[in-house]
């Protein structure tokens, strides 16, 4: 539902109040930049609620009305509204002071020419006034609705007695039942615990993992501003070709399993760690690092930061120099050069990159268009910052991969279009390059999928994400032994890979005639339910037809409007033997 919906006589809807917390005193503080951020927050709710197929039907003052077919959307909502608030004021430097209560109750709700009305629209005014600041609050049939759901936690706060209101209220305080982990997924978080490779014993000597910096802050939107360091920090760090840096996905998993740093570092198979904690209060931030050797757990360098949230560039280039000295003396002094020339983006534009990518992680279309609307945000705000391109440019892509587009050929156009912006940006960051090798594989333009892919290596060697997409391209276009060796490293460096590393893995010896492999492969993939199609045409072709029926009904179980001439036309395969060899085996498991 993207706009106001049709009332013409009473309907059940869950309602939605939203008031700014203080605002008399806001007003009488400093008028004109109160009505600036209440400008400003009630844009970003605007496209926000539409995300989440709600309608703003009411505004006065600082108050705001907005309605949902379901009391589901209205939580996520709000719980992304507070959110998406509180991390916007993290990369102001105007001081905005603005937090919204919340109140929601579900009920027949009328229409009228202002607006809509009813007994629940009363309520969920009156009980938002229960709310912490930035907090929620809900009604007892609301309660009723989500008690079950393991993703919030609920606070009783007894019968309340409503202005107006005859009979007293049972009122609830929500919040999300444990801080989201903020783990980078290449496809999807997975429902089981990830299995890590043996860990090598003889380590490179220049082998590095940084763990999750500590977030010493009271307020819970900085994790998102401590992960987005790390990860720049294993970015800017990756670039030197002498160091093998572990991926973050894999840090931050190894190091939720808790145990010593002689532990972690064993379970990651690198010989240090850097670890770090972090404190922001206002712009000014307190930041701290220390480089251990994992198997003595003896520090060798450890530096504590004072400054203010504009200098976390100068930081970042700063720790990336003097980690990577210590850690490797050799390293070229052509890379020290080429991290040195990175130029920094505005700070705000920076900051929605980040939240941007937090939206993307959740793989779902709401959230997806949400992070597409922050990355343009960023771009207007600095119409260079290549990462904004090459971020939007991951949004169309993964729109067409799950059939979320209109327009699929126009969204993997628009996909390549972002990337080649991203590229013009900023020459010196893979990630452009990398997006267009992605766009231009699925547009079946192998050769310049191909020399994106290279080019962007050339750029990133130690990037996994990177390393497993780029195999995945090779094995469509022929070259299955170096599309196996990328694809093993990428496991190496990100040894708590996601499946989307085995898929690309089973792909590139399937396509390579080794099918006992694929499927071997294949089988270690926490999620099957899109391998089947690969385990079924690996099956048939080694002559197992009963093990290739039983995937084939689970293809069908999962995607009931399969066929094979329709999935011919899906696989971007260079050369048309690969893909006639697929759909035999296909049609020999008895899909049609």
Not at 111 to 129: E, F, K, P
Not at 410 to 438: H, I, P, W, Y
Request: proline share 4%.
């Amino acid at each position: 539902m993207s706009a106001t919906p049709n009332l013409t006589g009473p309907q059940l809807l869950t309602v939605l109040y939203a008031d700014i917390h203080g605002y008399t005193g806001l007003i009488e503080r400093n008028e004109t930049a109160t009505i600036a951020w209440l400008t400003r927050s009630l844009a970003m709710i605007r496209d926000l609620v539409a995300d989440y197929g709600g309608a703003v039907v009411n505004t006065a003052g600082d108050g705001l009305v907005a309605v949902f077919q379901s009391v589901q959307q209205a939580m996520h909502f709000g719980l992304e509204m507070q959110r998406e608030i509180s991390q916007d004021r993290v990369w102001r430097d105007d001081h905005d002071p603005i937090a919204y209560r919340i109140g929601i109750s579900m009920g027949d709700t009328f229409a009228g020419q202002d607006g809509v009305y009813g007994h629940s629209v009363n309520l969920a005014a009156r009980i938002q006034g229960f709310a912490e600041p930035g907090g929620i609050c809900v009604t007892d049939a609301v309660y009723q609705v989500l008690r079950n759901n393991a993703d919030l936690a609920f606070e009783p706060l007894g019968a309340k007695q409503l202005k107006n209101i005859s009979t007293p209220v049972e009122a609830y305080a929500v919040r999300r039942a444990a801080p989201e982990v903020l783990m980078p997924q290449a496809i999807a978080r997975p429902s089981a615990p990830l299995a890590p490779l043996a860990a090598n014993p003889l380590l490179p000597d220049a082998s590095l993992a940084i763990l999750p910096f500590d977030s010493l802050s009271s307020d819970p939107s900085d994790l998102h501003l401590a992960r987005g360091l790390v990860a720049d920090l294993i970015t800017n760090l990756s670039r030197f070709r002498s160091l093998m840096v572990i991926a973050q996905r894999s840090a931050v998993y190894a190091s939720a399993q808790g145990g010593s740093l002689h532990a972690i570092g064993r379970e990651l198979g690198v010989r240090y760690l850097l670890t770090g904690s972090f404190r922001r209060s206002g712009q000014r931030l307190r930041i701290s690092v220390e480089l251990v050797e994992a198997a003595s757990q003896t520090t060798i360098w450890s530096e504590r930061y004072d400054g203010q949230l504009g200098e976390i560039f100068e930081f970042q280039d700063d720790v990336a120099a003097m980690t990577s000295t210590r850690v490797a003396l050799q390293i070229d002094a052509a890379e020290q050069q080429r991290l040195a020339v990175l130029t920094h983006p505005s700070l705000y534009a920076y900051g929605l990159v980040l939240r941007g990518q937090d939206m993307g992680f959740r793989f779902r279309p709401e959230s997806n268009l949400h992070a597409r609307r922050l990355f343009e945000q960023a771009r207007e705000i600095d119409p260079n910052y290549g990462r904004s391109y090459a971020a939007m440019s991951r949004t169309f892509n993964v729109e067409w991969r799950y059939n979320w587009s209109a327009d699929p050929k126009a969204s993997l156009n628009e996909a390549l279009d972002l990337a080649k912006r991203a590229v013009q940006c900023d020459r010196m960051d893979s990630r452009g390059f990398s997006e267009m090798g992605l766009a231009h594989l699925y547009l079946k333009r192998h050769d310049e999928a191909l020399a994106a892919y290279e080019h962007a290596l050339e750029l990133n060697p130690n990037d996994a994400d990177l390393l497993a997409y780029m195999g995945d391209c090779l094995a469509y276009v022929g070259q299955g032994n170096r599309a196996v060796s990328l694809i093993e490293r990428a496991m190496k460096l990100n040894p708590y890979f996601p499946d989307s590393y085995l898929w690309f893995l089973g792909d590139a010896y399937f396509h390579s005639g080794q099918y006992a492999e694929a499927i071997g492969a294949l089988h270690r993939m926490q999620d099957q339910s899109e391998a089947h199609r690969l385990l079924a045409a690996s099956h048939a072709l080694l002559g197992n037809l009963d093990e290739a029926g039983h995937h084939a009904q689970e293809v069908m179980r999962v995607h009931p409007n399969f066929t094979v001439e329709h999935w011919r036309t899906v696989p971007p395969l260079q050369n048309i033997e690969d893909l006639d060899v697929y759909i035999e085996g296909l049609r020999r498991a008895g899909l049609n």
